[in-house]
C-alpha cells in the first residue's frame, strides 16, 4: 500500500450536499458582515448606508447555515448535544476547546447573535423597526461591529480549517483551505454587495470600495488556489484532488474568475431629479448581476471540489 494511502485511514465523512450550501452560505455572511463593519468603522453617510447592505445580507444567509448542519446530521432534533452536556449525570453547556466541530458549533451560535443585533440595528437606523433612522453609526455599534466582524471573519475560513485537521486525503495534505476558503468568501461577499448597493441611492458611493476589495480578494484567491496545489504535490494527492471529474470545477472557478481580473471599470449610476435611476444607467447594471453570478459560481465550486474530491 502506497505511503500517501496508509497515512489515510479514518472512514470519510460522507457530507452531501447540505454541508456544500453551509460552507458556500457561511462564507458570504462572515465576509459580508466583515466587509460592511470595515465600511462603518470608516464613518461616511454613504458608508454607513452601504455597511447596512452588508448586515441584511448577513442576517439570511447565516440563518439558513444551522438548518443545513442539523439536516446533514441525520438526526436534526439532536444538534443541541453538541452545545448541551447530555451524559448521564452532566448538565449545563458543553464546550471542547479541543474540538474543531464544538468550537465551529459555538462559533456559529456566538456569530448569530451578533448578526441578529447588527440587523435588527439596521433595520431600526433604516426607520423600518421604530423611528430611528440615522445616517451615522454610534460607538457602541462601531464596537460591537468591530467584534462581530472578528466571529464573521473566523466564521468564514474555519470551515477550510477544520477540513485541514481531519485524517482525510486532499484536506489534511494543505495548509491552504483556511486561507481560500476566506478569500474566496470575501471576494463573494463584496461581489454581491458591490451590486446590491446599486439598488440603494445612499449607498451607491461606496460600490467602488466593493470592487476594490473583490480584485484584491479575488488575486488572493488564486494565489492561495497555486499553493494549495503545491501543497498537495509531495503529499501524493493532487491527481485526486484534481481528477476527473473534478477538474471540470476547477475549471469552471477559474473559468468565471480569469475574465473578472481583466474588466474595466463601470460608469457611476446616476439618479434623476425625482430620485429614480436614470435610463442611460440601467445598462450597466446587467453586467454586475453578471460578474456577481460568476463570482458566486467560482465560490460554490472551489468548496464543491474541495468538499467532494477528498470523499
Known amino acids: 500500500m502506497p505511503l500517501a494511502e496508509a497515512e489515510h485511514f479514518v472512514r470519510a465523512p460522507d457530507w452531501t450536499w447540505y454541508i456544500l450550501f453551509y460552507f458556500f452560505l457561511a462564507g458570504l455572511s462572515g465576509g459580508s458582515y466583515a466587509l460592511a463593519t470595515l465600511l462603518r468603522l470608516r464613518g461616511g453617510p454613504a458608508d454607513e448606508a452601504a455597511a447596512r447592505v452588508g448586515y441584511y445580507v448577513a442576517f439570511p444567509t447565516m440563518l439558513v447555515c444551522p438548518i443545513l448542519l442539523t439536516l446533514d446530521l441525520g438526526q436534526p432534533l439532536r444538534f443541541w448535544h453538541m452545545l448541551v452536556n447530555t451524559t448521564p449525570g452532566g448538565a449545563g453547556l458543553m464546550f471542547k476547546y479541543w474540538s474543531p466541530m464544538s468550537v465551529g458549533a459555538w462559533a456559529l451560535v456566538v456569530f448569530s447573535v451578533f448578526v441578529t443585533v447588527s440587523f435588527l440595528d439596521a433595520l431600526a437606523r433604516d426607520g423600518w423597526v421604530r423611528r430611528m433612522a440615522t445616517d451615522r453609526a454610534g460607538v457602541v455599534a462601531k464596537l460591537w461591529s468591530a467584534v462581530g466582524a472578528v466571529a464573521g471573519l473566523f466564521i468564514a475560513g474555519y470551515t477550510g480549517v477544520l477540513l485541514a485537521v481531519s485524517n482525510q486525503p486532499v484536506w489534511s495534505d494543505t495548509w491552504a483551505l483556511g486561507g481560500l476558503f476566506l478569500a474566496s468568501g470575501l471576494s463573494g461577499s463584496a461581489a454581491l454587495l458591490g451590486w446590491l448597493v446599486r439598488f440603494r441611492p445612499a449607498a451607491r458611493t461606496g460600490a467602488p470600495a466593493f470592487v476594490r476589495g473583490e480584485r484584491f480578494f479575488l488575486v488572493l484567491e488564486l494565489a492561495l488556489i497555486a499553493v494549495f496545489v503545491v501543497t498537495l504535490i509531495p503529499a501524493g494527492t493532487l491527481g485526486r484532488a484534481f481528477g476527473f471529474p473534478w477538474i471540470l470545477l476547477w475549471l469552471l472557478a477559474l473559468a468565471c474568475l480569469l475574465p473578472l481580473l481583466r474588466r474595466r471599470d463601470e460608469p457611476a449610476l446616476s439618479t434623476n431629479p425625482d430620485g429614480t435611476v436614470a435610463a442611460r444607467t440601467r445598462a450597466v447594471a446587467a453586467p454586475g448581476l453578471l ?21
Not at 291 to 311: D, E
Request: cysteine-free; aromatic content about 4%.
Open 291 to 311: 460578474l456577481t453570478t460568476l463570482v458566486l459560481i467560482s465560490v460554490l465550486a472551489i468548496r464543491a471540489a474541495v468538499i467532494f474530491s477528498a470523499q
